[in-house]
């Protein structure tokens, strides 16, 4: 096990990997024994049946569609039936059951009991994957230097000369053109050593990128012609594929369209390059879903260009109707191999190399929502790419949430770094702070960051920007929708949509839970949301808001609440239940208030103390954000404690008396300096995660 405590590297790599999946599988089985259940009668649905599981809404156990559960009768004359049931649906503290058809029929609330089981898929697919990563080798695991290739697209992009340039620039942009050809000709070797010459050949690539291919592109060439020029250079980028096989990353913050681009990317690869076959990949159905529904709603493709690959045990009750035509010819894996565009998740990718599917079949691979997935995981789809001419796009932010890891030791030897995060600490990938320019601080051969956002107003992306994105966020939200409420009557500082109200309750647990609540903090809740939805200046419904907190105690008790006073439309859950997805107003609940034991921050701050968790959490909202929060506790944690100073020197923070270490300045009276101002259109539809 010595090895587990080395950096990882290629002579490890396969061992150390290998080890913390069985960890993080040793404890999965563990967790599910201890929640096994006896005398338990199910409840009846129409014609489906419903288990109960107390504590399954906070992942005691951790349960998703297709997951099998066992029932067994009690024992009668030392004889026990079992019967298989399959999870179809999870919803709060309820799962949705598929048993044999007779069993539903005849079944009359006998009871029974529960054996909760390991769904191996995944795990085994990332094994099997591990086996095949040897082919990718250094280049793509551990890349140290770029080898400029010959471009796969050339001309396309760079015949339309815009009327507006002089000769001379058209000369110099010939000139440029030349030099650059030498260079891949030469497939120049740029060591991470050679630094200085990463930086004046990228920012000579960047300078020749944005004057020929920005400037002179005409948006008729881009089937989205309102991208942003960060976007444009993206797809191109990825359309060249100047350093393959090495990753080619796609840095999306929160609200800057990276999945329009990938979506512009995808079809840009279809239409120009004949020959390619490309697999996109999410860890999630949902993102793989919104993948194909964007690509669907683009009209470009043919009905038989594209197709939905789903896990065997997926139903088809899960899947919305604008997909389903595309899941029916993926339901053969032959015959979907066959097509030229191929969606699924991270794991269904596996299916294709139980058909024998050769290592090289795809041209392209892109994983959308990166950061989520586990490296193991991510190498299923990557082991089926050449590691000679293949093309892997990486999309996502290293900044949000990363794979769910339920073992501690798995955690603590790496297993929830995602290959994306990884990757870009290498130093071919790292940011370099004196090259470039303010937006390009990247290598632009290997990472574009998208940096204009269009879901939030600048008071609320100017702490994240700050704290997590070098403070290179552009504001670029419709005016329209940001400054809805600025003139509400709640707020301590007109034109300021911020809200620190500070509240010193208190932090309960009810009976063996364990999960806490927060009785001031869940009515103070659900009082705003009465006075947003119930006021006339505000112009916000049910459904424009939602509220966050960590624990799924506070959601329960907050529901009750909102469900008392007619709000049941209002989404309330964890922040993992809200990544990927946006608001008009935002409430978060941070629930911890004991004073005590500040020894130890990490454990009394709970999931508070989680800097990916914290970002994710306030870039959801376009219009408001709203947090609830003892100040003499959130003072301790980094980021809440960023987030109190910017409320408090603003004079948006209200409540209970400060501590003394942000006392000062309440008095002092001292600015942060204002956000930008908007000033970018929109691009619609572009506010992804």
Same mark, same amino acid.
């Given at each position: 096990?010595?090895?587990?405590l ?6 490890? =790599?396969? *061992? ?31 014609n ?14 951790s349960?998703?569609?297709g ?10 004359? #030392?004889h026990v ?5 399959y999870v179809?649906?999870?919803?709060? /503290?309820?799962v949705?059951?598929?048993l ?15 054996e ?11 094994h ?9 080798g250094?280049?793509?695991l551990?890349? /140290?230097e ?7 697209v050339? #001309?396309?992009?760079?015949?339309a000369?815009?009327?507006r340039n002089?000769?001379?620039?058209t000369?110099?942009?010939?000139k440029t ?9 030469k497939?120049?070797h740029?060591?991470?050593e ?6 004046a ?16 592109a ?6 989205n012609?309102?991208l942003?020029?960060n976007?444009?250079?993206?797809v191109?980028?990825i ?12 840095? #999306? ?10 979506i ?7 239409? !120009? ?12 159905n ?16 043919? &009905? ?8 065997? $045990? ?28 191929i969606?699924?998740? $991270?794991?269904s990718?596996g ?17 959308d ?5 586990s *490296?193991?995981? $991510?190498?299923?789809?990557l082991?089926?790419i050449?590691?000679i001419?293949?093309?892997? @796009? ?7 949430l ?13 297993l929830?770094v ?5 990757l ?14 303010? $937006? ?17 107003h600048? !008071?609320?992306l100017?702490?994240?920007?700050r704290?997590?994105?070098?403070k290179e ?13 600025l003139?509400?009557e709640?707020? &301590?500082k007109k ?10 309750g ?6 063996r839970s ?6 001031a /903090?869940?009515?103070q !809740?659900m009082? =705003? ?6 006021s ?8 424009? @808001?939602?509220?966050?907190?960590p624990?799924?105690?506070?959601v329960?008790?907050i ?16 922040? /993992? ?8 107003? @935002?409430?978060i ?6 004073e005590?034991?500040? *020894? ?18 306030i870039?959801?909202p376009k219009?408001?954000? @709203?947090?609830l ?5 959130? +003072? ?8 109190l100073?910017?409320?408090i020197?603003?004079? +948006?923070y209200?409540?209970?008396n ?5 006392q ?9 300096v204002?956000?930008p101002?908007?000033?970018? &259109? ?7 995660p």
């Amino acid at each position: 096990m010595f090895f587990l405590l080395q950096r990882l590297n290629m002579s490890n =790599y396969k *061992e150390k990997f290998s080890t913390l999946l069985w960890l993080e599988e040793i404890h999965a089985e563990i967790e599910l024994k201890e929640y096994n259940m006896s005398g338990i009668t199910l409840k009846r649905n129409g014609n489906l049946l419903i288990l109960e599981i107390p504590g399954l809404a906070e992942g005691r156990p951790s349960l998703y569609a297709g997951d099998k559960l066992i029932l067994k009768t009690q024992e009668y004359s #030392g004889h026990v039936i079992e019967y298989i049931s399959y999870v179809i649906e999870v919803h709060e /503290e309820d799962v949705t059951l598929k048993l044999n058809p007779e069993f539903e029929q005849t079944y009359n609330f006998e009871p029974l009991d529960v054996e909760f089981t390991y769904n191996r898929t995944t795990s085994r697919r990332c094994h099997f994957a591990l086996e095949q990563v040897i082919h990718l080798g250094v280049k793509v695991l551990f890349p /140290e230097e770029i080898i400029l290739q010959s471009p796969q697209v050339t #001309g396309n992009w760079n015949h339309a000369q815009d009327t507006r340039n002089d000769e001379q620039s058209t000369t110099k942009n010939r000139k440029t053109v030349k030099d650059l050809t030498k260079h891949a000709i030469k497939e120049r070797h740029v060591g991470a050593e050679d630094l200085p010459g990463v930086a004046a050949f990228a920012a000579e690539m960047s300078d020749v990128v944005n004057e020929m291919q920005i400037s002179n592109a005409r948006d008729k060439e881009f089937f989205n012609p309102v991208l942003n020029e960060n976007q444009k250079l993206a797809v191109k980028r990825i359309l060249s594929g100047d350093c393959r096989p090495l990753p080619y990353v796609l840095f #999306g913050p929160p609200g800057t369209g990276k999945t329009v681009t990938i979506i512009e990317a995808v079809l840009q690869v279809h239409c !120009a390059l004949p020959d390619s076959r490309i697999l996109v990949c999410a860890p999630s159905n949902s993102a793989a879903d919104l993948v194909c529904l964007r690509l669907h709603e683009s009209k470009v493709l043919r &009905p038989a260009a594209m197709v939905r690959v789903n896990a065997t $045990c997926r139903f088809e009750e899960t899947i919305i109707d604008a997909i389903k035509p595309y899941c029916k010819d993926g339901e053969d894996i032959w015959k979907a191999s066959r097509f030229r565009i191929i969606i699924t998740t $991270c794991s269904s990718a596996g299916l294709f190399y139980q058909i024998g599917l050769r290592v090289g079949h795809f041209t392209h691979v892109f994983v959308d929502e990166a950061g989520q997935a586990s *490296e193991p995981e $991510c190498l299923i789809p990557l082991g089926l790419i050449s590691d000679i001419s293949g093309q892997i @796009i990486l999309a996502g932010d290293p900044m949000q949430l990363g794979p769910v890891i339920k073992s501690r030791l798995a955690m603590a030897y790496g297993l929830n770094v995602s290959m994306l995060e990884r990757l870009m600490l290498r130093p071919v990938y790292l940011r370099d702070e004196n090259a470039f320019g303010a $937006c390009g601080a990247y290598n632009p051969l290997l990472v574009t960051k998208l940096v204009k956002n269009y879901r939030s107003h600048a !008071a609320l992306l100017a702490l994240p920007s700050r704290l997590f994105y070098h403070k290179e966020l552009e504001v670029c939200a419709d005016p329209k929708v940001v400054t809805l409420l600025l003139g509400w009557e709640k707020l &301590p500082k007109k034109g300021f949509p911020l809200i620190f109200h500070g509240m010193r309750g208190n932090e309960v647990r009810e009976g063996r839970s364990p999960s806490w609540f927060n009785p001031a /903090e869940a009515v103070q !809740a659900m009082r =705003y949301c009465c006075l947003l939805t119930r006021s006339v200046s505000s112009q916000v419904s049910a459904s424009d @808001i939602g509220v966050i907190t960590p624990y799924r105690k506070q959601v329960e008790k907050i529901k009750i609440l909102l469900q008392n006073v007619d709000l049941m439309d209002i989404k309330v859950g964890s922040v /993992e239940e809200f990544q990927g997805q946006e608001y008009l107003v @935002i409430i978060i609940s941070t629930v911890r208030s004991s004073e005590d034991g500040f *020894e130890d921050d990490r454990y009394f701050l709970g999931f508070l103390s989680n800097s990916k968790r914290f970002n994710v959490a306030i870039t959801r909202p376009k219009a408001l954000l @709203i947090v609830l929060g003892n100040p003499h506790v959130l +003072v301790h944690d980094p980021c809440f404690g960023a987030l109190l100073e910017y409320s408090i020197t603003n004079g +948006v923070y209200t409540g209970c008396n400060l501590p003394p270490e942000l006392q000062s300045l309440q008095t002092s009276g001292s600015m942060v300096v204002a956000p930008p101002s908007l000033c970018c &259109p929109a691009v619609p539809g572009s506010s992804g995660p």
